[in-house]
């Protein structure tokens, strides 16, 4: 029987947006199982919890198979690599994007050289997207609903950020 191709989507999901969910359902179709890693990332200072995070992004899968979300908080290659995943997966969004994406990709690859990085382009609609720019719209009483889970866009606007 074939190994069971596992992959991993990281990121700190502050919050969780529908380009990310974008990429979870495209990573489904070349994956048996994704793992969505969100980072306790301290250093980014976030606006929601690990738990308020991790459960947003539950919430907005909808039961969807084939895919778990959990919390990490050490080197992205020991997480994959002690969840059996050979695939890091990050959006790719904008040329911008891509030297940072770049960088951490080569050293992850150094890190271990087992795993590999894939860079997947996110829907034209959500390629402009980001967290941050989500809660300053949301700060300023901007509409977010087409950009967020609806729940996500609810907590945001009532919340004085
Ligand atoms: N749709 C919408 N927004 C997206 C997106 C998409 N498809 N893809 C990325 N983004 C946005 C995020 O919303 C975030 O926006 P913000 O900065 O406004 O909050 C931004 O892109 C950056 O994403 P983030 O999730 O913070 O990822 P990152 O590229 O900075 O990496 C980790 C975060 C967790 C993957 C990385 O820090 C890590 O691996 N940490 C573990 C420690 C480690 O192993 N370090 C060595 C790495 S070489």
Redesign the pocket.
Known sequence: MSKKKIAIY?????PV?N??I??INRSLNLFDHLIVSV?L?PK?NPTFSIDQRVNFIKKGLKGLKNVEVLPFD????DFAHFNDASVII??L?AISDFE??LQ?GL??RNLDQSIETLFMI?SLE?SF?????IKEIAKHGGDIHKLVPTFVAEKLLSMNI
């Open positions: 990281p990121g700190t999901f502050d947006t380009g990310h974008d990429i980072a990332n980014k050490n080197l992205l290659t990050k959006g969004r940072y994406e951490m050293m992850n996110p959500y997207l980001s967290s941050s720019f």
